[in-house]
């Protein structure tokens, strides 16, 4: 979708991620559908500048934003 960004994140077994979304309003973000406080496995952290930020668990992430 214009306007739009989509990552998606993999994180093996074992260790913990922090991963950055580069975003125009860190607010837009969510994970599979879900707000980021309400994404299992996901933990938000205080954005960064430009971008949301947020700690995963091992998995696989579906991280859609508001484009930067």
Known sequence: DRGQL????TVPPGPAATVYIPTSDAATVSES???????P???????A???AACQ???GTYEFEAAAP
């Open 49 to 51: 500048a430009g971008a």
């Open 33 to 39: 559908a879900r707000p980021l406080d309400r994404a």
């Open 6 to 9: 989509r990552l998606r994140v």
């Open 41 to 47: 496995g996901v933990i938000p952290l205080p954005p």
């Open 56 to 58: 995963v668990a091992s």
